[in-house]
């Protein structure tokens, strides 16, 4: 079976602070992918990175960075320098044959 | 701009009208979905259209109908809901769908901004 979980619920930060979302999921498959989305206000889910299960390679994008480790089946996700557009709903995946979403952390910016 | 979107955006409905959900995807791909989105809960996905083709139906009551006419155009009908079918309902779309094992592609999935669904 399959599950993401996303412990975090809630998170405030002051903005320009660093803020980790944490990710851990559940497969026993060895071949899967690991998403990132960031839900706004507006709704939609926006796709920020996708991993697949044999690069644990971090990756950075701007102010964001993602730490893959599959020995501690974690996919988590950095905001360095963290702004109040960052505000959002923050959903981790794995994809096996479907998608499998986390309940979502809730990240608020504070100004 | 969004490579999906979806009308209406805000939606407030009796419960014994009768409404549709639209959904394009100018994206070139071949599957789409609908997922329902509440408060508090994970996203629940409740229908696959692969090529057109009805591939998931994952329990959802039968007041909730979908409609693929072709690979870009989704539609989601509903009649005689509950208040508790408010929610946010996502459509999504991606190159194609896979189930069951074997190796993915790992089809990135790309959602539109949702519509806001009320029922009173």
């Known amino acids: 079976a399959q599950k993401v979980t996303q412990a975090q619920t809630e998170i405030s930060v002051v903005e320009k602070e660093d803020v980790t979302l944490d990710c851990v999921y559940e497969?026993?498959?060895?071949?899967?992918?690991l998403f990132w989305y960031k839900q706004p206000p507006s709704g939609e889910l926006v796709f920020l990175i996708r991993?697949?299960?044999?690069?644990?390679q971090n990756e950075i994008s701007g102010r964001y960075s993602w730490n893959f480790q599959k020995s501690t089946s974690s996919f988590n996700f950095t905001i360095t320098a963290s702004q109040v557009v960052d505000s959002a709903v923050y959903f981790c995946?794995?994809?096996?044959?479907?998608?499998?979403f986390g309940t979502g952390t809730s990240l608020t910016v504070i100004p | 701009e969004t490579g999906v979107t979806q009308t209406p955006r805000h939606l407030v409905m009796g419960m014994t009208n009768k409404k549709s959900l639209k959904c394009e995807q100018h994206l070139g791909h071949n599957a789409m979905y609908w997922y329902k989105q509440s408060a508090k809960k994970p996203l629940e996905l409740m229908f696959v259209?692969?090529?057109?083709?009805?591939?998931e139906n994952n329990s959802v009551p039968s007041r909730f109908s979908p409609e693929c006419p072709n690979s870009s155009h989704l539609f989601l009908h509903l009649h005689t809901l509950q208040p508790e079918d408010s929610a946010l309902y996502l459509c999504?779309?991606?190159?194609?769908?896979?189930?069951?094992?074997?190796?993915?592609?790992?089809?990135?999935?790309?959602f539109g901004e949702g519509s806001w669904l009320t029922v009173v």
């Open positions: 999504a779309s991606s190159q194609e769908w896979r189930s069951g094992a074997g190796l993915d592609s790992g089809n990135t999935i790309y």
């Open positions: 991993r697949n299960s044999f690069d644990e």
């Open positions: 497969t026993r498959d060895t071949t899967y992918y």
């Open positions: 259209y692969n090529f057109k083709e009805q591939t």
């Open positions: 995946a794995l994809h096996r044959g479907q998608f499998y």
